[in-house]
């Protein structure tokens, strides 16, 4: 089969592979469509998991099902599913304490393109089908359905790790597609005013549309000053950290109130430490909590977030900014996320040719 696959560190390119073969409780999936990530590019061009070899890239897909192993249930060949990005081994004794995003190690539940072929290829491997797969609701499309990969729970996991409860202030740091859930997801939480660090007109028009009170534009300025200066010096409850650098926990930090909680989901490819400062984390003392999380994979999670956009609940549409037909254009894609085009927010590769445009 044909696939798109990180060669090597810096290197990206079209290769041909077996086609996968199905255990008795997996599945194989051919693409409906797939989505890059920036995921993708710390991979390739940053090592930020090291180096690998013709490793299949991508974890953002819907797909139709080609074959189902022998103690598959629920599933069979023709239906079309959502695919999370993180698909966990449900036996595992992670799994069973709560933890199944590192089922087998610390993120371990995230297979594809970490520890297995990905994605982008005629056909892939889902391991735990029944436990991994949620099929497509009617009436949402499989276009944009590509979201529920990874850019909604992501999103949304950003702000369950913050805490967000009814009227709390929050600031979310980096408004591309997973910000922008977080912007979406704490709206749905009950933040009172929402503070979206980010500075493309595109990203700063979709938070908007998600429910952001504010834009604040880091080229105007340290981050915290602008948000001191917004709360008249008291910061906020919650700090949702979507994007940035090493760096950013710190600027985060000293706009956080004491008790509040910062929840970061953002993909952290180069530097060797997060830096807190001392002083603005009340000398260790300051109630200020730190989480950083994988999101959590799986079918019920899929499940729920299917409801959400066949209920209205949530707007898939304000993501996909780029939309390619064909895998020929996979790399085209794929650049896009390197390079971040002022009008981007999420490229999608439409593979099946019943929904090309």
């Known amino acids: 089969m044909k696939a798109f696959a990180m060669l090597g560190l810096n290197k990206a390119g079209w290769i041909e592979k077996d086609i996968p073969s199905c255990g008795p409780m997996d599945a194989i999936v051919k693409p409906i469509a797939v989505a890059p990530c920036t995921s993708d590019v710390h991979t390739v061009w940053e090592g ?109 996991h950003g702000v369950e790790l913050a805490d967000v409860k009814f009227g709390d202030v929050v600031l979310v740091i980096g408004i591309g597609p997973v910000g922008l859930m977080s912007v979406a997801g704490a709206a749905l939480a009950g933040a009172s005013y929402i503070y979206a660090v980010g500075s493309r007109p595109v990203c700063a028009q979709a938070a908007k549309a998600y429910g952001a009170s504010e834009i604040i534009d880091y080229h105007n300025g340290p981050i915290a000053d602008q948000v001191m200066k917004l709360t008249n010096g008291k910061g906020v409850d919650r700090v949702v950290i979507a994007g940035g650098t090493v760096d950013t926990f710190a600027e985060a930090v000293s706009v956080l109130r004491p008790g509040g909680t910062i929840g970061n989901v953002n993909y952290l490819g180069r530097g060797e430490f997060v830096k807190i400062p001392r002083t603005e984390w009340g000398v260790g003392m300051g109630h200020k909590t730190i989480k950083g999380g994988l999101m959590p994979g799986g079918r019920l999670r899929m499940e729920k977030l299917a409801r959400m956009v066949s209920a209205g609940r949530l707007n898939l549409s304000h993501l996909v900014t780029h939309r390619f037909n064909g895998f020929e254009y996979m790399e085209d894609a794929l650049m896009l996320m390197k390079d971040k085009p002022k009008d981007l927010i999420k490229p999608v590769v439409v593979v099946a040719k019943d929904l090309m445009k």
């Open 48 to 156: 930020a998991i090291g180096d690998r070899k013709d490793m299949i890239l991508g974890h953002e897909a819907t797909g139709e099902i080609v074959e189902v192993g022998s103690l598959v249930k629920d599933f069979k060949p023709g239906d079309r599913v959502l695919v999370p990005a993180i698909t966990p081994d449900w036996n595992a004794l992670e799994s069973q304490a709560g933890s199944s995003m590192h089922s087998g190690g610390m993120l371990a539940g995230w297979k594809f393109s970490n520890f297995k072929d990905g994605v982008f290829a005629e056909y892939f491997h889902v391991n735990d089908a029944d436990g991994n797969l949620a099929l497509i609701p009617e009436g949402i499309d499989p276009v944009e359905a590509t979201m529920l990969s990874d850019m909604v729970p992501t999103g949304f």
